[in-house]
């Protein structure tokens, strides 16, 4: 049966968890809502639908962009995808309670204007199970600090893709320790012009070389202090 031929709601629901996984590799947004709307008619829970078929699909996307196989086109348009089964599922998500990766403030530091590489971790980290709350571009440290502590998030996230903007992302380190609660927050920093030595030289929790790692890591730091609670 060709790809044309294929109607979603004759599918089985292993099938369609399989399926939906294809479709959001391939960026078909419509598609995933329709498959998204099936599952809740056959009584999935909205955290089922997030864990089993979209968090499960963009971790295959996430770990071929890793390893060089698919690029940022493809991944933004399965980001896409994955948005609208989200637009979908969060409400219910939020009125079930159900469970969270964990909470993220990310943006663009102060000085800088460039977006593309924040937006996709963002996308990522959302497709990954995390909420996300996006500041943009040109943040400013007190915009960053009252927002995480505001809305209770777990994670900072600093973007930077000019030399002259990178030092910031050290401004926003020191008022968090002037507040004292630097050790509140999982610190996470990257762009084009960083590396590991510049992370660990102002004090970020780690520097992150792409989307996939950061959603890696976000994990992994965010499992760690889980444990030690």
């Excluded at 109607?7 to 998204?36: H, R």
């Excluded at 963009?58 to 989200?86: H, N, S, T, W, Y």
């Amino acid at each position: 049966m060709s790809e044309d031929d294929l109607i979603l709601a004759e599918l089985n629901d292993s099938e369609l968890t399989e399926q939906m996984m294809d479709d959001l590799y391939d960026g078909l947004k419509d598609e995933i809502e329709e498959a998204v709307r099936i599952l809740l008619e056959r009584n999935w829970t909205p955290y089922d639908i997030l864990t089993k078929s979209l968090v499960a699909g963009m971790q295959i996307v996430g770990d071929d962009f890793r390893d060089g196989i698919l690029f940022v086109p493809e991944v933004l348009r399965a980001a896409q995808a994955m948005k609208g089964g989200m637009a979908i599922l969060k409400p219910l998500l939020i009125e079930t309670g159900a469970p969270k990766m964990g909470k993220m403030v990310i943006g663009t530091v102060k000085g800088d204007i460039h977006d593309i590489g924040k937006n996709l971790v963002a996308m990522m980290m959302e497709g990954a199970g995390f909420e996300i709350i996006d500041l943009g571009i040109n943040t400013e440290a007190d915009e960053y600090i009252d927002t995480a502590e505001r809305e209770g998030a777990d994670i900072i996230g600093m973007s930077a893709l000019l030399t002259t903007t990178m030092p910031y992302m050290k401004t926003v380190i020191e008022k968090l320790k002037e507040r004292d609660i630097r050790d509140k927050y999982i610190v996470l920093c990257g762009g084009a012009p960083l590396n590991e030595e510049f992370g660990k030289a102002i004090g970020a929790d780690a520097y992150c070389d792409d989307a996939a790692i950061a959603v890696e890591t976000a994990k992994k730091l965010v499992a760690a202090r889980q444990e030690n609670a």
